[in-house]
């Protein structure tokens, strides 16, 4: 739905999730090393949309959502660190 909203002929849209996953590093089912955030790398995207959070509020994570902020700050900076440089802000205007 997302590419047919920006236009397949300037974006390829491709989904990343994992369901189930956090971004918390001690979480239960973590996102951090898994297959595919490797894949997501290997695509080397230009913009790189980030949702999580309410995994993070399971009573198997809570206890550790003290650091979600710091475990989502450093997943921004992992996908900022990637060869295609994606950077931050909305989708350019066209």
Request: glycine letters at 10%; hydrophobic letters at 40%.
């Amino acid at each position: 739905m997302l590419g047919q909203l920006l236009g397949r002929h300037k974006y390829e849209v491709r989904n990343f999730g994992l369901p189930g996953a956090t971004v918390l590093k001690k979480g239960n089912i973590t996102y951090w090393g898994t297959p595919t955030m490797i894949k997501a790398k290997q695509f080397e995207p230009d913009h790189v949309i980030i949702m999580f959070g309410a995994n993070a509020a399971k009573d198997v994570n809570f206890l550790h959502v003290a650091e979600f902020a710091h475990d989502l700050h450093a997943m921004v900076d992992y996908f900022k660190q990637i060869p295609s440089l994606p950077k931050d802000g909305q989708f350019p205007d066209g």
